[in-house]
């Protein structure tokens, strides 16, 4: 069997130089006011812009989705001008980038938010440790959204994938597993403590 692995391939709108693709990883190098993306996240990614896309770690679309400390986020202009850092960079090595935009739910802790409640579509606490300023956390029972919660939520996706095609990125793929937000809309049970996932 022949090996295309290397080879190129042609999608409908893009080119890739070969048929490798960089899965996300948190990185939590983002340890600054503004959760931006810096010059240390695009030599980051730089250095692996040799397989043919790349789908950056969890980006966080609000404030409302933070779920973990130092992680770079794509809803203010700061935000943007810091990951076109990132995505000139891949750009000039010959590579694609996709943001992989991220809201964690209930995988998140009042730490996180200024004490309020992390939004959720049930109050099931997860039962998860979260990496927050502080240590690793027990999360705690979350916020159930209202209709409007989940209204704002969806423009908060919108807005964050037309901000990531302003700072340069060739796509967009939705955090939808792993227990944060969009897997808790596809289950028909409630996520709970079965599912284990902390940040390394």
Known sequence: MENILFDAYKSKNLDFKNRIVMAPMTRSRSDNRENKATELTAKYYQQRATAGLIITEGTFISPEAVGVI????IY??????GWKLTTEA????GGKIFAQLWHTGAYSHPNLHNGKKPMAPSNVNPQQQV????????SEEPQPMTTEDIKQTVNDFKQAALNA????FDGVELHGANGYLLQHFFEKIPISATTNMVVQ
């Open 76 to 81: 203010s202009p700061e935000q943007i001008e």
């Open 70 to 73: 130092n992680v770079p986020a």
């Open 90 to 93: 891949v750009h000039k090595e």
């Open 165 to 168: 095609f302003e700072a340069g």
């Open 131 to 138: 990496f927050t300023a502080q240590g690793f956390q027990t």
